[in-house]
């Protein structure tokens, strides 16, 4: 017996859960197609990269929208029970309210698993491709990923510092480069020199058309001059993870390499570890969800559906500024990765036992 | 001769509706702006006051952005409502005539126009620069810095970079700081100074204070390779400034230019695909401005039809006109952008069409009524 009514409450969740998902990822489509209209038109490309860059912005949308679908759901499941006089009955058969949350809780955590699936699998691969069509087909950005830097610093192993005025990622090479290598924190040798490349066979930098200078406790610098260099540099260019980070076009794999690197080369990190923990706590708001929605359906008795989609869609908004906001913290370290990445999720969670508890169901 | 107390009362009805629209319209995009201003990186130079300062002089933009979407909600919303309760019947039936039921909200359109052309032209403009100073100012400001081991950080012109920092006492342990200062593009110089130990201090959010002891210091002059300038230290102090002399003024989008600055540099500009850029942004805040003109004349005869549907399907059927319209707006703004033979037309067409469809729909659904 119990176990039917649990499938039964469960049952009522999936329908308004795909059909909030399909809309409301129709709308925000609708939106996106609105938003790079103007420079689809500009730049000529044809409507087959348009249809691509939308199609595959889709897996990205169903992640950002799974948590709204899912409070749709709990508020349509939960608000037809209680019309149809089905909550009551529950009731008076001795089901406590939350009891008769229980199947929704575990159709929103069984949401959560989906999406967190889909953005470590789909979402990257598909999200950046849409961004590289969106910057190089469209706005005719061909360096979007920054491949290219200006005035870099890095460390290349123990004691050994270079700097380049220029650094392309793409062609693999550096101008007006400086390495400066020490020993016991005491300079001894820099090699600055017009231009690098990278040697792929060598596996190392090879300086052109510069000097070498040693420098040796109180004696004078002796400088010498060189063609070509072939230096103790031995970082290869993809390891100094030049490219721009696209927070929804990474894994969480792929985060993780990516701090490993940074840390390696001595390259600020706060994006990255912030980005981690909010990967990480985002299927957590789909139960938090769940939570917000039977609280609201319970103190409201039901409500009407309209007021079900504006409750959803406004606190949807709200949850998603929050967690921007909360990033933002963290990029500036103003709050720690942890808890930016945490905080939304939390604090909504504590303000749906909160509402749970006005309505008793705990 | 009609009282016009029929009027000031769907009036009264259109502007509860126009009130309750505009502020969840506005709070929506204040949302919106915060955030979009939030995500650009102002938190790491956070003050309350600029923050605020900057989405309130937002406010005149997204009230002007409001503005029509709230109109066109509010009438369907409001007629929808008088339809669906019988009042537009017995209005009809006491011999009032579509011109005297909706007359007021005619000028209610007409009102709502003029402050477009306002704030479009004008208010929003230059609020909206005021508000990018303000948001630079964050941008560029710091209020906190937090040095972390073996990271290279970059203040201003320097980067620094230690292999041991102690936040508290703000010792450091194996210091390195790089400035590199160029000619135009190509690199001139690049001093280099290390220090074994040193410390550190915020000094006023002017910049960064440094005592090293024990160091070395040296120069690269990339026009002389030869000459090598090189010394020792046993103690250095020096500020780090948080911001860079060389620092760039900042670029006024067209979005923060009245229109009669736009037009001015449309004028004295010598590229014409900018000067098509800033003549097309000018008159599409034109076009904008008579979004609720064409509103009323779309939305009256669809919301006086709205019988038994009411307030659910004048807020559906708000999507699609808005969609048509706006859609319609930002493709004959890019089209005449690239083809100059289309400007001024293009622009106007989504208004010109609206209020075309919308004057259909009098002559069909309400002089047939």
């Known amino acids: ?362 | 001769m009609p009282a016009p107390i029929a009027r000031f009362y769907i009036l009264r009805v259109f502007a509860k509706f126009l009130g309750l629209s505009l502020f969840i319209f506005t709070a929506l995009l204040v949302m919106l702006n915060f955030v979009q201003v939030v995500s650009q990186g102002v938190l790491s130079g956070f003050s309350f006051y600029f923050l605020a300062k900057s989405m309130l002089y937002l406010l005149p933009d997204i009230i002007g952005m409001s503005l029509p979407l709230a109109f066109l909600l509010a009438m369907l919303l409001s007629l929808g409502q008088l339809s669906q309760d019988g009042e537009i019947i017995a209005l009809r039936a006491g011999g009032f005539s579509f011109y005297e039921i909706l007359s007021c909200v005619f000028y209610a359109a007409l009102l709502a126009s003029l402050l477009l052309v306002a704030v479009n032209n004008w208010i929003g403009p230059a609020g909206q620069k005021i508000s990018g100073d303000y948001t630079e100012t964050m941008l560029t400001r710091v209020t906190k810095i937090a040095l972390k081991p073996r990271t290279f950080q970059k203040i201003s012109d320097w980067v620094l970079y230690a292999a041991e920092v102690n936040s508290l006492t703000g010792d450091m342990r194996g210091v390195k700081l790089v400035r590199r200062i160029n000619k135009g593009e190509a690199p001139a110089f690049v001093n280099k100074i290390n220090a074994d130990a040193g410390r550190y201090r915020m000094a006023d959010g002017s910049g960064l204070e440094i005592e090293l002891s024990d160091g070395q210091f040296s120069q690269t002059d990339f026009a002389r390779p030869e000459q090598a300038l090189y010394g020792r230290f046993a103690t250095y102090s020096t500020l780090l400034p948080f911001f860079s002399e060389s620092g760039a003024r900042r670029r006024l989008g067209p979005k923060e230019l009245t229109s009669s600055e736009l037009f001015s540099r449309a004028a004295a500009s010598g590229d014409p695909d900018q000067a098509a850029r800033y003549r097309v942004e000018a008159l599409a805040r034109f076009a904008m401005s008579l979004a609720p003109l064409a509103f009323f004349l779309v939305g009256a005869p669809l919301g006086v039809g709205l019988d038994k549907r009411g307030r659910s399907a004048g807020f559906a059927m708000t999507l699609p006109v808005i969609l048509f319209f706006y859609g319609l707006t930002i493709a004959g703004m890019v089209m005449s952008r690239k083809h100059s033979v289309l400007y001024p037309w293009a622009i106007f067409l989504p208004a010109a069409l609206t209020s075309g469809a919308g004057v259909w729909l009098w002559k069909r659904r309400l002089y047939a009524k």
């Open chain 1, 1 to 362: 017996m119990k176990g039917i009514f649990f499938r039964y409450i469960a049952r009522s969740f999936w329908v308004p859960f795909w059909f909030g998902l399909a809309v409301f990822c129709l709308l925000l489509l609708f939106g996106s197609l609105f938003d790079s209209l103007n420079f689809f038109i500009r730049s000529g490309a044809g409507a087959g990269v348009f249809l691509r860059y939308v199609f595959f912005q889709t897996p990205y949308f169903m992640v950002k929208i799974a948590p709204i679908a899912t409070l749709l759901a709990v508020l349509f499941s939960l608000g037809g029970m209680m019309s149809k006089g089905e909550w009551k009955a529950g009731l008076a058969g001795g089901w406590r309210p939350f009891d008769m949350i229980k199947p929704l809780l575990a159709c929103s955590l069984l949401a959560g698993a989906g999406q967190f699936l889909l953005q470590e699998t789909a979402v990257p691969d598909l999200y950046l491709r849409s961004t590289h069509l969106y910057e190089e087909k469209m706005r005719g950005r061909e360096d979007w990923q920054r491949l290219v830097k200006k005035n870099v610093a890095f460390s290349s192993g123990n004691e050994t510092f270079v700097t380049a005025a220029l650094f392309d990622g793409r062609r693999k090479t550096m101008t007006g480069v400086v390495a400066n290598f020490y020993r016991g924190g005491r300079l001894s040798l820099e090699v600055s020199a017009r231009s690098a490349r990278w040697e792929p066979g060598d596996k190392r930098w090879i300086f052109s058309n510069g000097v070498v200078t040693s420098f040796s406790g109180d004696r004078s610098p002796q400088i010498k001059r060189f063609a070509e260099y072939s230096s103790a540099v031995t970082v290869p260019p993809e390891d100094l993870v030049l490219e721009r980070l696209v927070p929804d076009g990474v894994s969480i794999p792929g985060v993780l390499r990516r701090l490993a690197l940074l840390r390696a080369v001595g390259a600020p990190c706060s994006e990255e570890r912030t980005l981690l923990w909010v990967k990480l706590c985002a299927p957590l708001t789909n139960p938090v969800m769940a939570l917000i929605g039977a609280a609201m359906a319970m103190l409201m008795r039901g409500g009407n559906r309209l007021f079900s989609v504006g409750f959803a869609v406004g606190t949807g908004f709200l949850f998603w500024a929050m967690i921007i906001m909360g990033q933002e913290a963290g990029n500036a370290e103003l709050l720690s990765p942890f808890i930016a990445g945490l905080a939304p999720a939390g604090l909504f969670a504590l303000v749906s036992l909160w509402g749970l508890r006005r309505a008793r169901a705990i």
